[in-house]
């Protein structure tokens, strides 16, 4: 169950079409317990509660820790250079658009970025922070779905950061993160969309992002390594 509330009549003119969308789409798995969120419109961003009153938000205009940081330039930043520093293009498919940190920070490094989502809860929280950022498409679907109709012509490279379990029990992340990561759930079809965007070739490169340690889902053509992340290679 979704329960919305709207602080003014003319936020409920405004996104009210957002509570038909989420009745339509938002499938809750009874198999985590509670599943009763709030999504409170008290300004133009709304703020997504859990029944344990964890929240979070997306607001690509104010939230600079995320949304604005600092950066080198395209031929430097280890994602970019991952990517092909555009060399292979700029037409981006990000795979999975999660909170949106990926793709904004692609965006102003040059790329033109289409996300996909398919949480319905988090899509519409992208959506509505891409007001203020509308260079960004971003699509609700399953990655796997939306990959089955591309075409090699659509996109120059692609991008994919799956969620996955962690293996080892260390100090939680904070409050947001862990109800972000209940609410979406792990990519559990992660290997079927990698094997399927590289045995078709739908791009000129694609890039998995994996822990240091985590192996890689098949054969890469090359990495590019961080202190606790890398960079997988496919299409060189």
Known sequence: MVQFVFATKELETQFGHWQNFINENFK???????????????GLIPTIFDHEGRKFKIDFLSDN?????????????PLAKALGSGQKGFKLLDLSAGLGVDAVFL??????VTAVERNPLVYMALKIASEHLPEIEFIYSDSLKFLETVTPEQ????????MFPEKKKSALPKQEMV????????????????????????????????PLSAESFKRPAGSIEGKIIRYDIYGL
Do not use: C, M, W
């Not at 809750?28 to 008290?42: I, L, M, Q």
């Not at 965006?107 to 033109?112: D, E, W």
């Not at 996109?155 to 799956?162: I, N």
């Open 28 to 42: 809750p798995d009874s198999s985590k317990g509670d599943e009763n969120y709030k999504v409170n419109f008290d």
């Open 65 to 77: 820790l995320n949304y604005n940081k600092v950066k080198s330039s395209v031929n430097k930043e």
């Open 107 to 112: 965006h102003q490094l040059g790329f033109k």
């Open 155 to 162: 996109f120059d490279v692609a991008y994919f950061d799956p």
């Open 179 to 210: 109800f972000f990561k209940n609410l979406v759930g792990f990519d559990e079809d992660a290997v079927n969309i990698v094997n399927l965007a590289t045995d078709k070739k739908l791009f000129k490169r694609f890039v998995v992002k994996r």
